[in-house]
């Protein structure tokens, strides 16, 4: 059974810095590709990041390129997502997802809010 928990999300001042990881199990994160995706209240849900199966090619939105990074410990099966200089525009929900054989994977969230 694929299961997907979130963590690491909290309140947070503009110019700091979080580390979220995604705990994955039913799977092997080093056998698939995996992203981060975010939702603000009234927005849709966005793409923030990606990681290939291999681990050696990644995707970001523009808006957080050179200020998040996306890696795996394959040994603790788990996917992070390093934000720093955060903005109050990264204020959002923050998602882990994997697709396996057309099925898709969510885990259920951590929240981000960056506000002084």
């Known amino acids: 059974q694929v299961q997907l928990v979130e963590s690491g999300g909290d309140l947070v001042q503009p110019g700091g810095s979080l580390r979220l990881s995604c705990a994955a199990s039913?799977?092997?994160?080093?056998?698939?590709?995996m992203e981060w995706y975010r939702q603000a209240p009234g927005k849709m849900r966005e793409l923030v990041a990606g990681?290939?199966?291999?681990?050696?090619?990644?995707t970001y939105a523009d808006s957080v390129k050179g200020r998040f990074t996306i890696s795996r410990n394959n040994a603790k099966n788990t996917l992070y997502l390093q934000m720093n200089s955060l903005k109050p525009e990264d204020t959002a929900k923050y998602y882990c997802?994997?697709?396996?054989?057309?099925?898709?994977?969510w885990g259920q969230g951590t929240q981000v809010t960056v506000s002084s």
């Open positions: 997802n994997v697709n396996i054989l057309l099925a898709g994977y």
């Open positions: 039913g799977f092997t994160v080093s056998a698939f590709a």
């Open positions: 990681l290939s199966s291999t681990g050696r090619s990644t």
